[in-house]
């Protein structure tokens, strides 16, 4: 698959004066979680996390640098920091993810006799399915919606823990925060010098060397 922005790499930025200190401190701080460091999740939470992770954003095998993602949902939950929000519908968003992992396990178990890490990918992939449409047959979820919880937790941290990693910003064009630069050419199909150029059929290598050049 083509990349979009070719030669981008948003970590050129980190001396510029694109990031300031605070900005700087943020971002080192996500590049230097260890992926298998974990405090909120006992192990078998540890594996089913890591397993669903893998299913909802699965990362291409080629990228030397991969978002941490569970370890990132992991260290939120240990922390104890929240969205600021929640639906009503769910409890607060720790025991959200005891449950729904205990659950993801249940329903991996009553289907398959495995807990969810030990499935088959197609598996995997098939009990997701099951529980974002609350197709559910165990009682392990209590009084917890299973598809709320799938779109509303489940996805949302999982989303958010992917796209807020530097290692995720290249594919999208990401100049991480804009602090204190910020961006002047906030039109359509309009960018600043030092954002990413997009791609297109027959400009790639054009595309490259604008992205090798931006800092």
Not at 81 to 88: E, F, N, T
Not at 106 to 113: H, L, N, Y
Not at 161 to 177: D, L, R
Request: hydrophobic share 35%.
């Amino acid at each position: 698959m083509a990349e979009r922005y070719p030669g981008y790499n948003v970590l050129n930025k980190r001396n510029s004066v694109s990031w300031n200190d605070q900005t700087r401190e943020v971002i080192d701080a996500r590049l230097g979680l260890d992926p298998e460091f974990h405090q909120f999740c006992d192990e078998s939470e540890w594996k089913a996390l890591r397993a669903i992770c893998d299913q909802i954003i699965p990362q291409p095998v080629h990228r030397t640098v991969k978002a941490p993602i569970a370890a990132m949902i992991d260290q939120k939950l240990h922390s104890g920091k929240g969205d600021g929000y929640r639906d009503s519908r769910l409890p607060e968003q720790d025991m959200a993810w005891r449950l729904g992992l205990a659950a993801v396990d249940a329903e991996a178990k009553a289907a398959c006799e495995k807990p969810f890490s030990e499935l088959s990918n197609d598996q995997q992939h098939w009990l997701l399915g099951k529980i974002q449409r609350a197709q559910t047959s165990t009682d392990a979820w209590q009084n917890m919606p299973p598809a709320i919880f799938f779109k509303k937790r489940l996805l949302h941290d999982i989303a958010t823990a992917y796209y807020g990693h530097p290692a995720s910003w290249n594919e999208i064009g990401f100049g991480g925060p804009a602090s204190p630069r910020g961006y002047v050419r906030m039109n359509f199909d309009r960018r600043d010098s030092w954002e990413a150029a997009e791609a297109s059929p027959g400009r790639e290598d054009e595309a490259r060397r604008e992205n090798e050049r931006v800092g």
